[in-house]
């Protein structure tokens, strides 16, 4: 998969697995060191949110923020889980991260399918 500035993975990559269209990201630092938000839009919308943490990052870190309790989801990353259509993924041998719908369109498996293309990369 394709990355940009920020190390975000390509806006063409993500739309295809979520079936949508989005624009190039933006990228900022995070809120600690290593960390990087990647922001997609629809138009002028912030649409779909994607945070790297440095490899490794534990799954408790990635999915610190949950509203609620998380539910474990097979498959994705060394492991993954989700809150609503939040899924938080961690792997040691590249970025963790979590993906955030933040328009409220997309389903469960179109988040899940944006996560896999992103550990496919």
Known sequence: MTTT???????AALGAAAGVTYTAPHSTPGYQAGWVACQYNQG????????LYPSGTSLQTVSANA?????????????????????YVSRSS???FSVS???????????????RAIVAG
């Open 5 to 11: 500035a920020g190390n975000c993975p390509s806006a």
């Open 44 to 51: 002028s919308q912030v649409a779909l949110l994607v945070s």
């Open 67 to 87: 509203a609620g309790s998380t539910t474990p989801v097979s498959g994705i990353g060394d492991s993954a889980s989700y809150y609503d259509t939040l899924v």
């Open 94 to 96: 590249a970025p963790s």
């Open 101 to 115: 719908d933040e328009t409220g369109t997309l389903t469960l498996a179109q988040v899940e399918s944006v996560a």
